[in-house]
């Protein structure tokens, strides 16, 4: 697999994406669903794995919701990342997430999964990270990936919904500039209301 589909890969696997289990091989598949209104993004996606080789994108539709997803053809690649990003089961992140994740895509697509943009003019803008997923220790992991290899200052914020504790990362203020600067070019147009921005990068169109 080429460095930028990885790169794409660990983005995916930090927000949506899904690597089933491992079959008696040691294959793994990825699996991606997104609503309707993203479909858009989901073609993106698919067109970007063809190398690895995917299944045709199919529609489900469940309680009212229309959704579309598609599937890969079962790989030892994709069976390694299963075993980084699932090793008890349970999606996590690798405590070497700083040597995986080191291209600016990779950033964008894991925040146009889990990113929100908290825009309020003539005051402030603050992106964060709904990480709800993952421990203390892993916001730690991905807060110094951050910081050694885009130069971005994030926190972590405690939250509690129905009495459990849950952690998200937020961009400080002052990195703001340099995370959108970063990931801007890449943010696929149904997202583009997560950087405020008026125009996107045509590879993804």
Same mark, same amino acid.
């Not at 997560?194 to 996107?200: D, E, F, R």
């Given at each position: 697999?080429?460095?930028?589909?990885?790169?794409?890969? /660990?983005?995916?696997?930090?927000?949506?994406?899904?690597?089933?289990?491992?079959?008696?091989?040691?294959?793994?598949?990825?699996?991606? #669903?997104?609503?309707?209104?993203?479909?858009?993004?989901?073609?993106?996606?698919?067109?970007?794995?063809?190398? /690895? #080789?995917?299944?045709?994108?199919?529609?489900?539709?469940?309680?009212?919701?229309?959704?579309?997803?598609?599937?890969?053809?079962?790989?030892?690649?994709?069976?390694?990342?299963? $075993?980084?990003?699932?090793?008890?089961?349970?999606?996590?992140?690798?405590?070497?997430?700083? #040597?995986?994740?080191?291209?600016?895509?990779?950033?964008?697509?894991?925040?146009?999964?889990?990113?929100?943009?908290?825009?309020? #003019?003539?005051?402030?803008?603050?992106?964060?990270?709904?990480?709800?997923?993952?421990?203390?220790?892993?916001?730690?992991?991905?807060?110094?990936?951050?910081?050694?290899?885009?130069? /971005?200052?994030?926190?972590?914020?405690?939250?509690?919904?129905?009495? $459990?504790?849950?952690?998200?990362?937020?961009?400080?203020?002052?990195?703001?500039?340099?995370?959108?600067?970063?990931?801007?070019?890449? /943010?696929?147009?149904?997202?583009?209301?997560?950087?405020?921005?008026? $125009?996107?990068?045509?590879?993804?169109?």
């Amino acid at each position: 697999m080429e460095y930028l589909l990885k790169q794409i890969l /660990i983005g995916s696997l930090l927000g949506d994406g899904h690597l089933t289990p491992l079959n008696k091989k040691g294959l793994s598949q990825l699996y991606l #669903k997104y609503d309707d209104k993203t479909l858009s993004y989901l073609e993106w996606l698919h067109k970007m794995f063809i190398p /690895i #080789k995917t299944n045709e994108i199919k529609e489900r539709s469940k309680g009212g919701y229309h959704q579309h997803y598609f599937t890969t053809l079962p790989s030892l690649e994709l069976g390694y990342y299963r $075993k980084l990003f699932y090793p008890l089961g349970k999606k996590s992140v690798p405590e070497n997430i700083s #040597k995986l994740l080191t291209h600016p895509i990779a950033l964008a697509i894991w925040y146009m999964d889990d990113g929100t943009l908290d825009f309020r #003019k003539k005051y402030h803008r603050n992106a964060s990270f709904a990480t709800f997923c993952f421990s203390f220790k892993e916001c730690e992991y991905l807060q110094k990936m951050l910081e050694r290899n885009f130069s /971005i200052r994030v926190g972590i914020h405690k939250t509690t919904m129905r009495e $459990k504790l849950y952690f998200r990362l937020y961009v400080r203020s002052e990195s703001m500039d340099c995370f959108l600067c970063l990931i801007g070019k890449y /943010i696929h147009p149904v997202f583009k209301y997560k950087v405020l921005i008026a $125009k996107t990068h045509q590879q993804l169109r």
